[in-house]
T-cell receptor
Framework: SQQGEEDPQALSIQEGENATMNCSYK?????LQWYRQNSGRGLVHLIL?????REKHSGRLRVTLDTSKKSSSLLITASRAADTASYFC?????????????FGKGTLLTVNP | GAVVSQHPSRVICKSGTSVKIECRSL??????MFWYRQFPKKSLMLMAT?????????EQGVEKDKFLINHASLTLSTLTVTSAHPEDSSFYIC??????????????FGPGTRLTVT
């Protein structure tokens, strides 16, 4: 069954605005990752946050993790048209196989110039 | 960073034929490779996990005789869609992990293969 659920499913903003996407999951995890996918392309790894971390930054990206609520958020600040893509969270479940990632349904972000 | 390639990037085949998709790790040895399927505007669904030199492990609901996976070397895994049908049309993405001891987060993704069955 699908582990992660992102919301919103689609988000449209203007260039320069911030974009926030959320991800919820159901089981305990070792870590959570965010990926980006341009239309018809492969996945690009953005950031990983471990289960014992609460917040992580990478450039214009800020990820938070709340294990008590089993949720994570991805914030993209000062968005650009080039940020237009689908964003997925993926979890690596603790206690299970160390190799399997479970992906959420994704958020389609459109940044209008 | 580690690079994974897929070939072909796009393929169109007729119903009933078989098509092979290759996944290569270009600058590292991939002991474990993963095959995912993605429907339009949907998420990635793991199909199978392949380890070099052993049989692939398929996820529930994935027909192993339909989707043949071979991981004969540390840099190459192939997915063969046998007797393809239009419902097999999809975007297939592979990923590769470097060593058995590495964690799942060290997966490197290929660019994907768009399969269209007519």
């Amino acid at each position: 069954s699908q582990q992660g659920e992102e919301d919103p499913q689609a988000l449209s903003i203007q260039e320069g605005e911030n974009a926030t996407m959320n991800c919820s999951y159901k089981t305990s995890i070792n870590n959570l990752q965010w990926y980006r996918q341009n239309s018809g392309r492969g996945l690009v790894h953005l950031i990983l946050i471990r289960s014992n971390e609460r917040e992580k930054h990478s450039g214009r990206l800020r990820v938070t993790l709340d294990t008590s609520k089993k949720s994570s958020s991805l914030l993209i600040t000062a968005s650009r048209a080039a940020d237009t893509a689908s964003y997925f969270c993926a979890t690596d479940a603790s206690g299970g196989s160390n190799y399997k990632l479970t992906f959420g349904k994704g958020t389609l972000l459109t940044v209008n110039p | 960073g580690a690079v994974v390639s897929q070939h072909p990037s796009r393929v169109i085949c007729k119903s009933g034929t078989s098509v092979k998709i290759e996944c290569r790790s270009l600058d590292f040895q991939a002991t474990t490779m993963f095959w995912y399927r993605q429907f339009p505007k949907k998420s990635l669904m793991l199909m199978a996990t392949s380890n070099e030199g052993s049989k692939a492990t398929y996820e529930q609901g994935v027909e192993k005789d339909k989707f043949l996976i071979n991981h004969a070397s540390l840099t190459l895994s192939t997915l063969t869609v046998t007797s393809a049908h239009p419902e097999d049309s999809s975007f297939y993405i592979c990923s590769a992990s470097e060593l058995p001891g590495k964690r799942a987060y060290e997966q490197y993704f290929g660019p994907g293969t768009r399969l269209t069955v007519t």
